[in-house]
């Protein structure tokens, strides 16, 4: 792989550590509830459908047509996305199974359930709250984009494509702002340690 001194993802990297840090300490200081409450607002059917893909879009089934697009069609290296799907994996399920397996999602917390904006056909989810491995997702995916491309629209696409994956977790009722930190954070380290071990 070509040694770029890698502007674009280190700014990127940079945009990533302040969006969590806002997210984490804004939680922290007003309380994840309020927080939550601010941002899941019914913005119509139209945007329900709209987050709905949104959040589809950050599944774990992505990572499958980016690795034949990413390295079928542009030849990057199979191995180092490969790396940061593991990782990426690996620092949201473990911390949600072992750690965090009883901390609640906002439709199972003290929050009265007629406040909470949900979508119809949307499965809520009780537990297992952070982080949130949507926003895991689809930070590792932005971060990886713009290492392995390193131009422009590669970090502004893929922060307008993060940001909304990240924002419709909230939007659809499923994580609180807080859980997206943790999401942002566990992607950083992901593409970091993946860096590390392929010595890039």
Request: aromatic fraction near 16%; charge should be positive; include cysteine.
């Amino acid at each position: 792989m070509n040694i770029h001194n890698h502007v674009q993802y280190k700014t990127a990297r940079v945009i990533s550590l302040i969006l969590a840090f806002i997210l984490m300490v804004s939680s922290l200081i007003w309380g994840r509830e309020t927080l939550f409450l601010l941002f899941n607002k019914n913005l119509g059917t139209i945007t329900d459908s709209f987050f709905v893909i949104c959040s589809n879009l950050a599944e774990g089934w992505i990572w499958i047509p980016y690795l034949i697009i990413v390295f079928g069609l542009f030849k990057k290296d199979w191995q180092f996305i490969f790396l940061n799907f593991v990782f990426s994996t690996l620092f949201t399920q473990v911390p949600k199974q072992l750690f965090f397996d009883k901390i609640t999602r906002p439709i199972a917390s003290n929050i009265p359930k007629s406040f909470i904006h949900t979508v119809n056909g949307v499965e809520m989810h009780t537990l297992n709250s952070f982080p949130s491995g949507h926003t895991a997702t689809a930070f590792t995916l932005f971060l990886l984009t713009v290492y392995l491309f390193e131009n422009k629209w590669a970090l502004i696409l893929g922060l307008i494509y993060a940001v909304l994956c990240g924002y419709s977790r909230v939007y659809l009722g499923q994580h609180f702002p807080l859980d997206l930190g943790g999401g942002i954070l566990a992607a950083i380290l992901s593409i970091e340690i993946s860096k590390r071990i392929r010595k890039i």
